[in-house]
């Protein structure tokens, strides 16, 4: 029977519905408290937020940030409305938010988390020779042939549906990329606003220390299931959730088969738990019996 | 090759209009043939793809994506007008669109 709810995660806020603060609003969430406690736990003063704001866009490490506090924020509603989902999942960094939703690390921590990633691979970002795109209209295969044909530095990263795929890699390789993929015939191909390369192996020499600096924090049981997107087990202990953490910096994620297995898990009923409406676009381009439940709608 | 009528011309225009406006969340009547994709409807690759997928099933087209993407490299387009006239050339020509 198709009657499973799941909770996904976005990472990134490409663009706003610009109906979220109305729908904290209307729940009683004031968002600036979450923004209050983000300054306070990073001892940073953080600007006021606006859907216009430009350094919440194009700040790598802010625009984490605030999707993190939407993503929260967005889940304490569903709380507040006694929703219990069966599973959760994080689109790649969207696994911080996704661990506070099941109650496995804290609120702050989860800011703490996010930060020091960014400040561990910042010794790549700072280079400015990385970097992410999305190319929309090929395969697998065709963005395979790409590569290896014209030994490019890059790698897919993440497949959100069959035609739909992240690289990230060597920045002068990924623009050739997406040049050639262009020319193969791609609907779209297009830099991501991010300096690094997540999920590529350029990210697999910091996965010690990250590791050792997840360990000092206090994890607890998920209250439930989160499905891993780097291999979709099913994650349940504090261990996997140690092991997941690191593995989500520096391997690649599939989202395609994370949707597909959740899917097969007869989840009928999701919730994109953030700002945005990116994971239920995705969404469209996979086969199955479910539906997407916008925020605005509850 | 598809034959394009009147029929066809109108139910392509009226596919196009309510799927931009219930994507976009705006009125159809606000949508004309000069309204443009992206900078008045916030519009993107995605919408583009899943209007391809509509259109694919509803004519049982035979053409590839990347087919569709280099005649797009060729002849770009930006309003919902010339929108409407690459989708009647894709139901017409197929994988031949890039022949024409």
């Known amino acids: 029977m198709n009657n499973k709810t799941t909770l996904l ?38 600007q006021d937020f606006t859907y216009n704001s430009e350094e919440y866009k194009n700040d790598e490490f802010l625009a984490q940030i605030i999707a993190y506090l939407f993503s929260c924020a967005s889940f304490d509603i569903l709380k507040k409305n006694g929703i219990k989902p069966d599973f959760g999942a994080g689109y790649s960094m969207g696994i911080y938010s996704g661990l506070y939703a099941a109650g496995a690390i804290k609120f702050e921590d989860g800011i703490k988390i996010i930060y020091n990633a960014f400040k561990l691979v910042s010794e790549l970002s700072c280079t400015d020779e990385y970097a992410m795109a999305g190319i929309v209209g090929l395969s697998i295969s065709d963005v395979q042939e790409i590569t290896s044909n014209n030994s490019l530095s890059i790698e897919i ?63 607890q049981i998920p209250e439930f299931p989160i499905i891993s997107t780097f291999d ?34 007869d989840v009928s009923l999701f919730y994109e738990c953030g700002a945005g409406k990116d994971l239920s676009k995705i969404a469209r381009f996979i086969d199955g019996d479910f539906r997407f439940i916008p925020l605005h709608s509850i | 090759m598809a034959q394009i009528t009147d029929k066809v011309r109108e139910e392509v225009k009226e596919i196009i209009f309510e799927f931009f406006a219930e994507e976009c969340e705006t009125a159809v009547e606000d949508i004309n043939d000069n309204t443009n994709i992206i900078s008045d409807l916030d519009g993107d690759s995605l919408m583009f793809l899943e209007l391809i997928e509509i259109f694919k099933k509803k004519y049982n087209l035979n053409i590839e994506l990347k087919t569709i993407g280099k005649f797009a490299i060729k002849n770009p387009v930006k309003t919902i007008g010339e929108l409407v006239k690459m989708q009647l050339l894709i139901i017409e020509h197929e994988n031949n669109i890039l022949n024409i």
Request: aromatic content about 12%; charged content about 25%; proline content about 2%.
């Open chain 1, 9 to 46: 995660f976005p990472a990134f806020i490409a663009e706003y519905t610009q109906k979220e603060l109305e729908t904290f609003s209307r729940h009683k969430i004031d968002f600036t408290k979450y923004l209050q406690t983000a300054s306070d736990t990073l001892g940073i003063v953080l």
């Open chain 1, 157 to 219: 990263i993440n497949v959100n549906s069959e035609h739909s795929i992240v690289i990230a890699g060597v920045k002068k390789d990924v623009i050739k990329a997406l040049d050639f993929s262009k020319m193969e015939g791609a609907l779209a191909a297009s830099m991501l606003n991010v300096k690094t390369p997540y999920h590529s192996k350029y990210l697999k020499p910091f996965a010690n220390r990250f590791s050792v600096f997840i360990d000092s924090f206090d994890i």
């Open chain 1, 232 to 265: 979709q087990r099913i994650i349940t202990t504090t261990d996997e959730i140690r092991k997941e953490l690191v593995f989500n910096l520096t391997e690649k994620i599939n989202w395609y088969k994370t949707m597909q297995f959740l899917i097969q898990k």
